[in-house]
């Protein structure tokens, strides 16, 4: 007699028995006693997060020997090198790659092996990824999917998306499922994206992902190059009738002002394709107020001194112009300290006397101020050499 599918319930006694044709009956006694023990696997404990440490033990009521060999299988296959002490199969730590099916049998009885026991490991999120649908060039205007997917134990409950903005993660669409949609996909999506997936144990994150959206032309403008315009390069500051430059940049300050300082000043502009000059600007240094007086002197004198040539003038053409004169008064040799005058012709007047008059009104009077050669007006030089007066 077989018995298949051997278990603890088929322990009994059994015995046969022998029938003739003589109607003979034989019994087998005494009879057989069967045993029926079963290899057990105990988990401790059997669900457990990753890093934690497991312990299994495979047991068994049958007589084995003193130190028997035990097996071990996950998923149908036996380990290689595990880590064992006696009957224990020890996990530590136990990573989510351990998480299976497992049972154990005594080395010489493989065909017998215990009941599997299956062990649960919990871990967060791993191999988090983003992948966009459809796949290949993306245009706006059409409808695009990314979708984050990762490995978690429990499931993933929520992932949470980030977009790149100015070298920058931001929390930009907020806690959502597995797929973040775009219709009508608009260019400004253009960017790096990733996504976070949390179970509840720990958060995973994803690579970030580029999304290029193509669109066509926009604000389509025309512009020359090179626009025709060259920055200048270099400013001098000159003064006129001085050579060596005053100073070099965009503006140019006097500090200290001083009466040396009056004159033209201009500057050139210049670059790698020539220069230019600006036009000149006059600086006037108003002097103190004893250059004023000084000046006002001078002034003075000058007109005294052309009021003197204009009377020498008029004896000089008294002199010429006898036939008009009476024959008492003619002379060739005229007396130009005489006090006789000849009257003013307003016709033949120079354009002077209306200046000299101005300035000094009584050109009768005969008292006059010595000029100081030391204090007089740079304006004296000036006039003499207009009137073709010597020093």
């Not at 990753?50 to 296959?77: A, F, S």
Request: charged content about 20%.
């Amino acid at each position: 007699m077989t018995i298949t599918h051997l278990t603890e319930k088929d322990s009994a006694e059994y015995k046969f028995r022998l029938i003739t044709t003589y109607e003979g009956r034989f019994s087998g006694l005494p009879g057989v006693m069967l045993t029926v023990t079963d290899i057990l696997l105990e988990m401790d404990p059997m669900s457990v997060s990753e890093g934690e440490r497991v312990t299994l033990r495979c047991r068994t009521q049958c007589t084995i020997g003193l130190n028997p060999t035990y097996i071990w299988y996950k998923n149908g296959q036996s380990l290689t090198k595990p880590i064992t002490s006696y009957n224990s199969l020890i996990l530590d730590p136990v990573s989510s790659e351990d998480a299976g099916n497992y049972s154990c049998a005594v080395e010489g009885l493989e065909r017998i092996l215990s009941p599997e026991e299956t062990l649960t490991v919990r871990y967060g999120p791993k191999n988090t990824s983003v992948s966009v649908s459809p796949s290949g060039e993306i245009v706006e205007g059409s409808s695009v999917t990314l979708t984050c997917s990762s490995d978690a134990n429990p499931p993933v409950q929520s992932y949470t998306w980030y977009k790149k903005n100015g070298g920058h993660y931001q929390f930009s669409y907020g806690i959502t499922g597995p797929h973040l949609v775009f219709n009508q996909i608009k260019s400004s999506v253009t960017g790096e994206y990733y996504c976070e997936a949390w179970n509840g144990i720990k958060t995973g994150r994803s690579e970030s992902i580029n999304i290029n959206v193509k669109y066509a032309p926009q604000n389509t403008s025309v512009s020359v190059s090179p626009s025709g315009e060259t920055p200048v390069d270099k400013y001098t500051w000159y003064k006129k009738n001085v050579a060596s430059p005053k100073a070099s940049g965009q503006s140019y300050s006097i500090t200290n002002i001083i009466s040396e300082d009056r004159g033209e000043y201009y500057c050139e502009a210049q670059n790698g394709r020539g220069s230019m000059n600006s036009t000149a600007l006059m600086i006037i240094v108003a002097g103190k107020q004893t250059s004023v007086v000084t000046a006002a002197v001078g002034i003075i004198v000058v007109v005294l001194v052309l009021i003197l040539c204009f009377s020498g003038f008029m004896c000089f053409r008294r002199s010429t112009g006898g036939s008009d004169a009476t024959a008492d008064t003619q002379s060739d040799h005229p007396d130009c300290n005489s006090d006789t005058y000849t009257a003013l012709n307003m016709r033949t007047m120079s354009p002077d006397y209306d200046t000299l008059i101005s300035v000094h009104p009584d050109p009768n009077s005969d008292t006059y101020t010595p000029l100081n050669m030391k204090t007089r007006s740079p304006e004296y030089d000036t006039l003499a050499n207009v009137r073709g007066i010597s020093h």
